[in-house]
């Protein structure tokens, strides 16, 4: 009831974000297309061994009929990652972690804080050794002989095929695609049916398009399997890892040997997926876990955005690699580690400092008591800019792309991109904050002139 009460207020003063239903429609429409042309045009051009340009993207060489049998296979193959890495979340063994309080709960089981299960990182090892050793295939052994037993057909564990993520990661991604329209298709059909459900204040105007872009519910979940928060970190971002762990696989098929540039990229997007892993319970008082719905934005972000189009420098590497020296190399790897010091720093630092402030890393930092209780800290990283570790993220993001040369703009889509969700972020964070923090938030903007840099910007 209260719920309902809340809804019909916001509907009547509802502040929209994204450009409104038009913006919501033309990124529902647009990003999708992105995704699949971006998968596409890292291939563009690619020579095959023997010297042949293939210009087919999708289903190369295929007729219409075996491009749609590639097509479902794709999708059967997109399930079953699905499925898998729900089963991992599932039976894994788990630490149970309470979230942040629930905005605007309890929710209609009378819950204050949800329980999440959390064994990502788990899931990520149990996956990567998996693919490694655990792949499942039926081999034919023992020859026909006239006097010997006939041969059998027995089941063996190996290596996974990973090559065929590269030569089908455009009918993956559309595949991939056509499973999030389904996923946020039902989860907005079902915030209507069940009633009392919590909804995201940010994704309940009214306007259907709007709100299926946003998510009306605020934590749609089966029982205590919570899709938002297993969307956000296990079928894409290990998907992630994988791809481009297909890519290299790829480019030593081809070349023979793996490159600097397609080593590094692995290896520094491998820690990023490991860490985000790594820490799963620093999501639960993230934006997209307290504050949005999971609508289509989320979980295309998550399942499909993520995945295809960040494994695009490793995808371009395969066909593409600049060759690039060693001072380069080095010249990158400088560049990612100042990005993984701040990003790691900051992050960390706000982390601990919330947890217990009186932990000697954190304690001699200086910081804004405000009104509502919680502290803002005025010192260390977060007393250089308001958004330092968005800063840090991004100088990692643009490492990545450097690997790739100056051949294509292509690779460096993410760096420009990546630059445009994080203003954009920052200024919604930043309007969020004022409307929690009122005059406490203007006077840690006094205090922290700096949005991104310090002294510049
Ligand atoms: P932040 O980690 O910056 O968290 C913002 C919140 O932190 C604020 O709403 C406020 O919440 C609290 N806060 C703000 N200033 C201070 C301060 N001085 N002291 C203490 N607390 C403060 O934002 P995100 O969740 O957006 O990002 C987390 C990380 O994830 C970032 O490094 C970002 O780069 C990364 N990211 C990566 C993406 C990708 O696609 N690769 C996408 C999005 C994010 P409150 O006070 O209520 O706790």
Redesign the pocket.
Known sequence: MAVTTRTAKLVSNFEYEFGGPVGALLTTILLPVVTVLLTSWASLGRVDLDGVTDPDVLCPGCDEEEGRLTLLRCAAAVVGWFLFQGLLERFLPCEIVEGGVLKGGPNEHGERRLKYRINGHLAFWATLLFVEVGWPSMVQVGEVTRRGPPPRTVLQFGRAPLGLLYDYHAELAVATVVLCVVLSSYLYLRSHYRPGLLLAEGGNSGNPLYDFFMGRELNPRWGSFDWKEFCELRPGLIGWALLNVAMAVKQQEKLGYVTGSMALVNVFQFMYVWDALYQERAIL????ITTDGFGFMLCFGDLAW?PFTYSLQARYLVDHDPHLGWPALGAVIVTNALGYSI?RG??GQ?DA??RNPSDPKVSHLT?LQTERG?????SGW?GMA??I??T??WIMGLSWCLLCGAGSIVPYYYAIY?AI??VH?SIR?DH??QA??GRDWDE?KRI?PYRFIPGVV
Request: with cysteine; net charge positive.
């Open positions: 008082t993230t934006m997209d993520v990003f900051a992050n706000k400092f919330r910081y919680t502290r803002l800290l005025t977060w308001r958004k570790n968005y840090g993220d990546f969700l994080l972020r964070d969020m904050c929690k923090y840690y922290v």
